[in-house]
Each structure stands twice: as C-alpha cells, then as structure tokens.
C-alpha cells in the first residue's frame, strides 16, 4: 500500500482497493468537479397504474427488486437501538440465498450485534458506515473483510450524490406509508419524528423498497418522503421497538461533573455574548449537550433572549423552549422523545430537516455553517483543538462521526468534554485518530476550566473579566496527567489498516488500525 | 475471613478490586480496563507497593476500571495490611491550618469509600467535605475506606473546600484519629456525642499525636442535646450540628413539612453553639427537588443556622443561593466595615454595638458571600 501525508500531519494510503483517496487538504475541502450522480431512469409503465406498490413480503420484494450477490442495501438509524428492519433484511437476503452483500447504514447500534451470524455466514461481506458497539469490536480486532470507512452525516449524503456510494436496494423504514409510497416518521406506532437520514437513499437508490407496520389509505399527508421516489412497498407487524426509537421522557444526568461541564459551557456562551436576542444553537441528546440545553434555556428567560432558531437532536427541553417563543424554529435532524415526535407533528415551527438541507458539503451552503453555537463531545482533543471523535485513546473504535464534523462548522464549536475519562486524560500530545481540525475548534469546556483557542481573539477578549475560569490547554492536560500518574503510553496497533476516517469533502483524513491485545498485566 | 477489598462489575468505575491468596512468593495479576494505557504505571504501583512490605508470600488478583493512583495505593495498602495482619500509619497529608472561623453554608457527604463520589467532590463546589467513615461505610469495608481516604487527602485537591471527617463512634473513631491526625484534615466530625468527656478524649489523642485538627460534635441524642452547651464548650469545638433524623427517632416523634416536631431541639442546639461561641449548623437536608431545597436552607437561614448538610452537589448552588446575604444583611455589613476603616484603633463603637474584630470579621465575610456571588 502506498502512503501519503495529508495537510492534517496524518499518513493515510493512496487507494482504496482500486479506488484512488484524495488526501485531506484543509478546512475548505478540495474542489469538486463533475455531475451528481443518478438513479436509473424508470417508466410509469413498469408500475401499477392504481399506485398501488404493495408486495406481500420484504423477501418476495427483494427478489423483485432483483436482489443478487454482491449489491448494496442501505438503512436508516431514525429507530436507534430499536431497529428491527436491518436483522428482518438480512433474514430475508439469506433465506434467498444470496451472498456477499455490502450494507450501507446511516449509522449502528448495539441492536446490530444480531447481524453478526450473517457477517459469518457470508450473507453480509462488508458493513460500509461507522462501525461501534459490538460490530466496532469486530473491526477492531481486524475481523472484517473490508475497510470500516466513516463518515459524518453530511459526508454519507456527500458520497450518495457523487456517486462514491452506489445503493442497489435502499430499505426505508416508514412509521407511516401509503400504497404509493408516501411516507412520514411522525406518525404511527412507530413513529420516530423525520426521516432525514433516508432521504439521500430515497434520492440515489437504483431500488427503493418501504416498510411499514402502519399503511394508511392514500393519500398519507403530508409526507417527508414522496412515493415518487419508491419502488416498493411491504407491510410487517413491527418495524421497530417503540421504547427503543425514542424515550418516553427523557431524563437530566445526575452526573456532576457533566452537569457542571454544562453549567460552564452556558455561562460562557451567556458571558461572552455568543449569546445574544436572534442567535442560533445546536445541542445534541447526550448527557452534557441536554443539560446545557436546559441551562440555556434558564438563562435566555433571565435575560429576556430569543434563539431565532435551534438544531436538534430534538427533546421536550428543546419542545418547551419553542412551546414558551424562547426558540423560534426547531430544525429536526433526530426525535429523542415522544415529546419531539409529537410536536414534530404538529407544530409548523417544528419540520424535519435531512443531512442534504443541514450538512452536506458539495452543496450550495447548508445550515451547520449558519449556527451561531453548537455543542459536541470528543474522545481527544491535542494542544492545537484538533480532535478525535471516534476511538478510544487504545485505538478501539468506538463512535460513528454522526453529525460532529458538520457541526464544527458553527461560528462558535465548543467541545464539552471531562478531563478524564476512566483514568484516561482527553487532551493530549497527538490524537489517536484525527477527525476534527483544530481551525474549526473554538473552545474546550471541562470540568476543570474553559480553553479558548487562541486563534479566536475576539472570544479572548469577550471572555476577560467575566469571572469564567479560564486555563489553557497545556494546564488541563497537566492537571489531568497528574491527576492520572502521568500521561497515557501509546495504544497498542497493528500494521494493518482496518477503517478509514474521510473528512466532509470525502478526502482520507486518518486511517484507523487493528487493534492488538493487551499485553498481560502480571507478575 | 475477608481476602479481597475494593470493588468491580459492570457498573463499577475509577476502582479496583484486590484479591488474595496465599503463595510461595509475590505475584500479581491484573485485569483492567486500561491496560495498554496504565499498564506500566500500574505495574510499578504495585511493585513499589510490595516491595515495602517484604514482598510476601502472596497473589494478587486485581479486577481494575480505571483506578487513580490514589486508589491503587490505599487498595494496595490495605490488601498488603489486611493479608499481613499489619497496621502501618497511614501516609501524611498536606499541612492544613485549620480555622474556626469560615464558610460553611454547604458541607457535602462523601463516603470515603467511593473511589466515583470522592472525584465529584472537587467539582462540587462546596464550602465543605465530610468524608464519612461512619453511616456511608458497611462494617466489613471501613478499615480499606480509612486506608483509601487517606491517600484521596494526600493526593487529590479540593480547592478551598474544608476538609472534615466524620469518624465512627466511641473507641473505634478515637483510633481513626489517631491514625488521620497527620493526613490533612481540618475537623473530626464526631458522632453521637453525649458528654464534653467524649470530645476531649478525642482532643487528648489529637494532642499526643500532635494533630491540629478542631472537633464538630453532632448531637444526634435526647442526653445528647441536655449536654450540648457543655459540649459546645469543650476545648477544640469549632462547629455543632443536630442529627435530626437520630434524634427524632429516639423521641418518637415524625418529620413534618412545618418541622414544629424539631422546633425547639433547634433552637435549643444553636442557643448552645452561639453562647459557646461555635458555628451552628443545620442537619442535611432530606430530598433532592429544586422547591424543597430551597424552602430547608432558607428556613435555615432564617433561624440563624450558618449553613445546611447536603448529600449530592446539585442541591449546593440552591443551598448557596439561600445563604446570600439579605440587603439588610449588606447595608450592615458595609457600614461596619466602613466604620472600622475609619477607627483603625481595634475597638470601636459603631452601630450600638462593640465592634471588635470578629464583628468586622463577619462584616467582612458577608460582603465576600456577596461579590462572589
């Protein structure tokens, strides 16, 4: 394999198989050229004229759809961890009898381990997307065929409309859908809120097949996703675990320290007017990113603020600020509640948004660079803000990307992350997996203290004198280490590369490798 | 006979659990999470570790999620110690100077036994620990907390939070200060007091090993309480509180939302803490809800308690938020302090009042609560 060193100091190969890697060339991405890619051109003809795409069963419409040996299927993740569409797919592929299948999801979850036996019985040759949980294990220990290649949400949208990525079958679990196709996640049993994620699949798919465990009579209004783009549709009794897709209620950490890191990341957005009538924000689900929510939210009624719009990763915390006119618009990528779903529903300041309309990068602009704040987690972070995302500081593969590289594009990115996780301090030397340029990093918020990257002087001076603790990066990684008994030895990797990390534009940024066994801790 | 202190599973973090067995010499094995990343560190630990006892005929199996180092030594200490049937004295803390007088609006419980709720405390905010050997540690587990508490003192920084430590009762807490009078800390809280003879046999142990640490007695009892001003009194005392939830067991009476069942213990307690001149606190409050939060602290307030127990850091910004001072509070404080500027001579009358350096002292600490708001 021939080598070759990026503009982020990182070696990453030349070719991918018979593929050729354009290295990563900087925050602004290297120039696309060319068309958008394209589905096959179909005829009405070859459809039934009363629009009605029913098959009896998602195997009787695969062998329709023509499924063989080698293609690609695709999947959403809008059900998280109660997916049951992907295992109900390759039970089907296998019972046809084919092999070698290459599956393209939005993103895994523990869910997925059920998809281990055809991964070894051959049915799925290679899993195309972030790899965690147990099949990030797998990878890690080099135990898939093929390169795990990640990309963020944009990046995976990005790569269906070029082209990098041809899905043969997209398999689009529908909360809702008419015989015709149409179809929404807002309604239903089911319901998960949008269905952003499968639109780029609805787009670019030679096949189109819609499952559903809630068919209505035509016409389903309105829909997220239009039946003009669908092959196929299939009834199953259930698509997915309800109490799995979205919480009935989602609950605040109790984590101090999380709680504390939200708390400071509030004040500093309060105190240096990022913050101000008319701003922006994105905030995700997690435990840090929701209880900053809710300090926002405590801290725009004090001060008589309005957020013009939010980015979600949508909650109740985020449906109350826009139910109080604390929040004028909720632009949707996810529904974590049943909250979020139903206002999804019903409110018309509440609409799903997709990753083509927030984040792609060969686009004429998308919103992640019009966001005034978001807020993001991270696995590392160096003395220079650039940061890892996806493994661990031993090299196991841990996350997918998801929508982080998109949301660094904000004018104000804060990276709210402990000191140290499990003894292990988060800033360090150099990154274990690079995935984040330090350009696109502003601050870093830690139980500790706040980092403000000095490129950004006007948030220094913003920031002086408003009582926030401020330190550098240098100090939180001394006080860590020491914390610790030191900095962190090096993981221990293999020569062989098992997973590739692309930045936004679809450039090589880093290469993950396989990871080797501890060695034995004994006397 | 126990063979193994510490803890692990799959909801266990930053601890670790030792194992032993008898063996013809030393050995070790280790199963951690951070292996590749610690393992040499860790390695070294422990044969620093065993090195310092002989390196003797024994095994040990450790089960690690991420220790600290603070927790590898006071695991290791107390495996070492417990197998040898040793007792060594436990290593010295920074030099604290103690002070009677300070802050202490919220004191938060830590059980010293929780390698995961001894790191939230530096992030708590509060104007003070109690590292709990008593009521938060199982019998079986207090000697390796005793062991693990000292090095979390040696090792970990807490800012500018005070440093308590609430010992068990009678003989077995005299010997706990014994052993801690040099491991940093600024108060004994003790326990179930009921005769100034209690405190001052903890005195007489702090003074024979040389300690600087002051008392808190809690008035956890009905004699408890007939003695409290005498106990208040007794050398070293510095700050007195009431056990409610003890105390009101012993009386048979229940807690209500009017608290009429606890009216006159408090008053009767911080009657005699403020004669003794000792800092009056209120007991922990029960129940994390924002509402009662609020109501308990500013109850105490009202009363005149200095400050309120808590047992998890976010009740610690409601308590703090309660305890700032008045307006009335303010405008009393600056003219004191103003007066004093001007006087300059150490006594001076000011407010129909004796304005001596405690006054100003107050004075002064209530502008602070203020400004750091």
Known sequence: MNWVTNRAGRSVPTHRGDQELEPYAGVQGIPPSGRKTGPLIRSASSFPDNGDKRAPSLKEALGRAGLEDGMTLSTHHHFRNGDKVALSLFQAASELGVKGLRWFPSAVFPCHAELIPFLESGVIRSIEGSLNGPLGELASRGDLPEWAVLRSHGGRYRALQDGDVRVDIAVIAAPSADPFGNMTGAR????????????????????????????????????????????????????????????????????????????????????????????????GAGGISLSFTVYLGELMRERGIRASFARGGSTRYLVEMLEEGLVGTILDGQTFDLEGVRSLGVNPNHVMTSPFTSYSFHSKGRFASMVDCAVVGATEVDLNFNANVVTHSDGKLLHGIGGWQDALFSKCTILAVPSLRNRVPIVRERLTTFCGPGELIDVVVTERGIAINPRREDLLRAAEGRGLPLMSLDQIKADSEALAGGPPEEPRLGDDVIGLVTWVDGSALDVVRRVLPPKPLRS | ?????????????????????????????????????????????????????????????????????????????????????????????????????????????????????????????????????????????????????????????????????????????????????????????????????????????????????????????????????????????????????????????????????SEWVQGRVLNAAVAAGVDPLASVVAGLEKEVVEEYAVRAKLRGWRGVGCIHPAQIPLIHQAFLPSAEELRWARRIVVAFEQARTGAIQAENQMVDRPVVDRALRILAAEESR
């Open chain 2, 1 to 261: 006979m126990k063979t193994r202190v510490g803890a692990s599973g799959p909801k266990v973090r930053a601890d670790v659990e030792i194992e032993w067995s008898s063996a013809p010499k030393f050995g070790y094995e280790v199963d951690s999470t951070v292996a590749t990343l610690y393992g040499s560190a860790i390695r070294a630990q422990i044969e620093e570790a065993a090195t310092r006892y002989g390196n003797p005929g024994l095994h040990f199996r450790c089960l690690d999620s991420g220790a600290l180092p603070f927790t590898w030594a006071g695991r290791l200490d107390a495996a070492f110690q417990m197998a040898l049937g040793l007792e060594r004295p436990l290593p010295e803390g920074p030099k604290r100077t103690p002070c009677r007088d300070r802050r202490r609006r919220s004191r938060l419980y830590v059980p010293a036994s929780s390698p995961k709720l001894i790191l939230n405390a530096p992030v708590s905010g509060a104007d003070a620990l109690v590292f709990d050997l008593e009521d938060a540690v199982a019998p079986e587990e207090k000697l390796e907390a005793l062991h693990l508490l000292a090095y979390t003192l040696r090792d970990v920084s807490f800012g500018d939070a005070e440093i308590m430590v609430r010992v068990n009762a009678r003989e077995a807490g005299l010997e706990e200060i014994r052993l801690l009078a040099h491991s940093g800390v600024d108060l004994f809280v003790l326990p179930k007091v009921e005769e100034a003879s209690q405190v001052e046999a903890a005195v007489a142990v702090l003074e024979e090993a040389g300690g600087e640490s002051l008392i808190f007695p809690l008035i956890e009892s009905a004699a408890g309480v007939e003695a409290s001003y005498a106990i208040a009194k007794a050398a070293r005392v510095a700050v007195m509180s009431l056990g409610m939830e003890d105390y009101l067991s012993e009386i048979g009476a229940r807690r209500t939302e009017s608290q009429a069942e």
């Open chain 1, 188 to 283: 239903g049993p089911s319901a998960c809120g949008g269905l952003g994620f499968a639109v780029g699949d609805a787009e670019y798919a030679d096949h189109v097949i819609a499952v559903t465990d809630h068919l209505v009579p035509f016409p389903l209004t309105p829909w997220q996703i239009a039946g003009g783009y669908v092959d196929q549709v299939v009834e199953m009794d259930q698509i997915g675990d309800p109490s799995q897709i979205v919480s009935g209620t989602t609950v605040l950490t109790r984590s101090p320290e999380r709680i504390r890191i939200a708390e400071l990341a509030a004040r500093f957005v309060a105190e240096t007017g990022v913050m101000r009538e008319g701003w922006s924000f994105q905030a």
